[in-house]
């Protein structure tokens, strides 16, 4: 049993400097605990998914920019995450037919980062 992940979540990648709130939008129409519940859709940039403040990973482009130009000097750059694929493992609750999303959900990164759930955003409310 896992907790469904809501608005008031925080995620970490495992290449970022700073875990960072998630974000959900109510379009989903299923409210916990005072949030917006997440779905396996919810892995978009920029919209649920927010910069994680640098990212450490040798594939980031920013990061490959930068080492060149201070010959390797500096190995961070802003993150811009990349994620292309739905949160996993689907749980069997559905929340408008697609799969909720719970606090041990992954998804992944373009550059290689793992992104997880350090808290689901509340304590109450147990998924399948």
Same mark, same amino acid.
């Given at each position: 049993m896992g907790m469904q992940a809501t608005g008031l979540? $925080?995620?970490r990648?495992? !290449? *970022?400097? =700073?875990? %960072?709130p998630f974000i959900t939008i109510p379009m989903h129409r299923d409210i916990t605990f005072i949030m917006p519940a997440a779905t396996i859709m919810d892995h978009m940039p920029f919209l @649920?998914? $927010?910069? !994680?403040i640098m990212c450490q990973s040798k594939a980031n482009p920013m990061v490959i920019a930068i080492m060149a130009a201070t $010959? *390797? =000097? +500096?190995q961070v750059a802003p993150c811009i995450? %990349?994620? !292309? =694929?739905p949160w996993v493992p689907s749980p069997t609750v559905t929340i408008d037919g697609m799969p909720a999303a719970n @606090?041990? =959900?992954?998804?992944l990164c373009l550059?290689? *980062?793992c992104i997880s759930f350090l808290f689901p *955003?509340? +304590?109450t409310t147990l998924i399948p």
């Open positions: 979540a $925080l995620t990648c495992s !290449f *970022g400097m =700073a875990p %960072m @649920n998914i $927010l910069p !994680f $010959l *390797g =000097a +500096v995450p %990349m994620t !292309f =694929a @606090n041990s =959900a992954k998804t550059w290689g *980062g *955003g509340q +304590v």
